[in-house]
Structures are given as C-alpha cells and as structure tokens.
C-alpha cells in the first residue's frame, strides 16, 4: 500500500509549475485531478471493505463462541467488547485508521488541484503583463 510520504513525493512533483511547464501543467490538471480523485476512491472502496470484513469477522467469532456455548452469566455487551479487544479486530481497526488518514489527506490533495485552477489564471495574466 502506498503510504502519505509516496503521495507526499508525488503531489510535489504534480504542483511544481515553472515558467516552461506551465502551459503543460495547466493542459493536464483535468487528468492530475482524475488521477487523485480515483485514488480517493480506492482508499474509501478499500475502507468499506474493511469494515465489511470487520464486521464478518465479529459476526463469525460470535458464532462461534454461540456454537461452543457461552458461558451463563456473561452479557453480551461484554462478550462485544471482548470480541473488539480481540488481535485480529485490533489489527483491522489499525488498518482502518490507516486508510482514514489517507483518504483524509488525499481529499485535501483534491482541494489543491480545484484552486489551481484559479491559480493558473492569475500566473498567466502575471506572466502576460511582465510580457506587456
């Protein structure tokens, strides 16, 4: 899985504009955008599945704790918590966080590239009128 510190590199490379690359940059932000906008959706594709294995999982270890029997007396709401302090739970939660953060940064990532667009106009009349 790529980590903040690869997007990190990455987005340095997409936002560096220059007086010879700007046309170029300028002509490319509609698939830079794409690009960062389908990452996004990966990670929260990758997020939902997560919580979908979390879930089954919780679900299959319930089911089994039912299938062996239970011990009398203890509440469910303890056995939940029991099950969520579990390795396996934990380890998914982490990843979860994990992918969270991602997406966090990787939506910021995409409000950057919707004020480059402005950004872009106001280099080219600066450059226009240094021109003029």
Do not use: C
Not at 95 to 117: A, G, H, N, R
Request: net charge neutral; hydrophobic share 35%.
């Amino acid at each position: 899985m790529q980590t903040l510190e690869d997007f990190s590199a990455e987005l340095k490379e997409d936002v560096r504009i220059d007086d010879l690359n700007l046309r170029d940059k300028q002509m490319m932000l509609p698939a830079i955008k794409h690009k960062w906008i389908a990452r996004t959706m990966d990670f929260k594709r990758q997020r939902n599945m997560l919580i979908r294995k979390k879930k089954e999982t919780k679900e299959h270890v319930l089911k089994a704790l039912e299938t062996n029997g239970i011990p009398n007396g203890i509440p469910k709401a303890s056995l939940n918590q029991k099950i969520e302090s579990s390795d396996k739970i934990q380890k998914i939660n982490e990843s979860i966080e994990d992918v969270e953060l991602l997406i966090e940064y990787l939506e910021k990532v995409e409000q950057v590239f919707k004020s480059m667009s402005f950004d872009f106009s106001t280099l080219q009349k600066l450059t226009a009128s240094e021109l003029g």
